[in-house]
């Protein structure tokens, strides 16, 4: 078995749901870091900035570094600032996307100036209606290029479910006949991102998470012990997965690592 002395967990439906950590998340962490195992955390929520997620896990008693935060609005603004170098971006997302292309020096238009746009980044608006469904979908069809944080249809919360990026996504994709260009899980730019953020070899890293189509079919892509839990989206009346999204290990929750580490 190999050694793991790196991993990076999904936060809603692995240690969370919703603004609620699940019950013995902070003392397993505690006891991973205490056997000099590297925690980080990579989600595809990208509406919060990272202080704002560094202040939602430390709330909930998992202590937290901007270090240890890696959103796909993170690795969305990481891969603009590359693949299209001085374009013109039209965000439509929360401030956690904002933040990201700002802090990586990308060239941001107020929505006033959307004809001029060039790549249209989208993540979950928290104002999404109608007028902005027009907006985005025009520039779109002017050329300009698509990219998406992610295209979650659901977030775990504290009493069930909420609509998460995907819906919004979907809309658009639609609407302009134009599937996105999709960097947050599970794309190789996460996977890569998520290696950076853990400083360690694939070879020694695994990730945790609740859903196949992100977490699972992610880590194995990065070449990564992969880890099902059963706290979130996944269930086990659910798990039924094609081989290429076979998880290495199934487990309740996050609470049985240090169990299964040991045997």
């Known amino acids: 078995m190999r050694q793991i002395k790196g991993i990076i967990f999904d936060v809603d439906g692995c240690v969370a749901r919703g603004s609620r950590v699940l019950p013995g ?4 962490l505690a006891e991973l870091r205490a056997r000099d195992i590297r925690c980080a955390f990579l989600t595809n929520e990208n509406q919060r900035t990272v202080a704002q997620m560094v202040e939602r896990l430390s709330a ?11 959103t796909s609005a993170i690795v969305a603004a990481e891969v603009t600032r590359a693949r299209f170098p001085g374009r013109k971006v039209l965000a439509i ?11 990586r020096g990308v060239t941001l238009l107020d929505r006033e100036h959307a004809a001029e746009a ?10 999404f209606n109608q007028r902005t469904l027009d907006l985005v979908c025009q520039a779109i069809w002017r050329g300009a290029e ?15 479910f909420i ?3 995907g819906p919004m996504i979907k809309a658009v994709a639609y609407a302009t006949g134009r ?20 400083g360690i070899a694939p070879a020694h890293g695994a990730v945790i998470g609740d859903q196949l189509e992100q977490d699972i079919r992610m880590g194995k892509e990065a070449g990564l012990f992969t880890i099902l839990v059963l706290s979130g989206a996944t269930t086990a009346e659910s798990l039924a997965a094609p081989d290429a999204l076979q998880p ?4 309740p929750d996050a609470n049985h690592l240090p169990g299964w580490l040991d045997s």
Do not use: C, H
């Open 118 to 127: 060039e790549v249209v980044v989208m993540g979950k608006d928290p104002d």
């Open 25 to 28: 998340i902070p003392a397993t």
């Open 248 to 251: 290495d290990l199934v487990l």
């Open 60 to 70: 909930m008693g998992i202590p937290a570094t901007a270090d240890d935060v890696l």
């Open 179 to 198: 599937e996105p260009l999709v960097t947050g899980k599970p794309s190789r730019w996460a996977g890569e991102m998520a290696m950076r953020a853990l």
């Open 163 to 165: 609509p998460g990026t």
């Open 93 to 103: 997302g929360g401030a956690g996307l904002v933040e990201a292309l700002q802090v």
């Open 146 to 160: 698509f990219i998406a944080t992610n295209y979650d249809p659901k977030v775990p919360m504290a009493d069930g």
